[in-house]
Structure formats: structure tokens, C-alpha cells
């Protein structure tokens, strides 16, 4: 088991920043794939980004784009999403996810390739 903890969600401003994290504990060696995803009111699940729990390749959705990063502290299981310039349509409840599978690029966005998931952190954001 995965056990994780988002926290750094708010209310902020457009054009201001936050930034999120996730606090991975539990059998953390399993992980090979980490992403955030965030669901807008009335809307569905939405992938945001993702990146590999050993390496630094990432994967940004195309709406998101040039405006979040995503990274990870490794000696503390912690990972982070840097979200700037943020819109009004980014509000939305993000969760963090970790997958154990070898996840092809073409299916990262999808939930199904994912084990674990956080409880969300709720993001605000006023015009």
C-alpha cells in the first residue's frame, strides 16, 4: 500500500501561484510513476501532469501547459506541482496518483493506470 497526502491548495488570485505537494509513505519502492490529475466541478477527471518516480521525464498536458512543472524531492517521497499564472478554469480538486505498472506514454493521462490516490486538495481561483 501507497499512502498519500496532498496539501498547498487555496484561494488565490488569477495570474497568482501555487504550489502543491504530496506526501508519499508506505511501499514507496513500488512506485514507478507519479501524475496529478484535478476534477472541476460537473466536470470529469482531468490529467494535468506526470513524471517518473526515478527519472525526470515528464509529461504535461497540452492545457496546462508552459504554466505548471512538475517535480519531486527524493529524499523526502514528496512530490510537487508548480502551477502559474493560474486561470479562474483551473479551479478544481487536484489529487496526486502513483502507478507500479510500466505505463506506456500513450495511457499516462488515464486514471485506470493509476493504484493510489490521494484524498485532493482543493484549488481556487478568483477573477
Known amino acids: 500500500q501507497v499512502q498519500l497526502v496532498e496539501s498547498g491548495g487555496g484561494l488565490v488570485q488569477a495570474g497568482g501561484s501555487l504550489r502543491l505537494s504530496c506526501a508519499a509513505s508506505?511501499?514507496?519502492?513500488?512506485?514507478?510513476?507519479v501524475a496529478w490529475f484535478r476534477r472541476a466541478p460537473g466536470k470529469e477527471r482531468e490529467f494535468v501532469a506526470a513524471?517518473?518516480?526515478?527519472?525526470?521525464?515528464?509529461y504535461v498536458a497540452g492545457s496546462v501547459k508552459d504554466r505548471v512543472t512538475i517535480s519531486r524531492d527524493n529524499a523526502k517521497n514528496t512530490m510537487f506541482l508548480q502551477m502559474n499564472n493560474l486561470k479562474p478554469e483551473d479551479t478544481a480538486v487536484y489529487y496526486c496518483?502513483?502507478?507500479?505498472?510500466?505505463?506506456?506514454?500513450?495511457?499516462?493521462?488515464?486514471?485506470?493506470?493509476?493504484?493510489?490516490w490521494g484524498q485532493g486538495t482543493q484549488v481556487t481561483v478568483s477573477s
Open positions: 508506505g511501499r514507496t519502492f513500488s512506485i514507478t510513476l
Open positions: 496518483a502513483t502507478s507500479r505498472r510500466s505505463v506506456p506514454s500513450a495511457t499516462i493521462g488515464k486514471p485506470d493506470e493509476y493504484d493510489y
Open positions: 513524471r517518473g518516480w526515478s527519472s525526470t521525464s515528464t
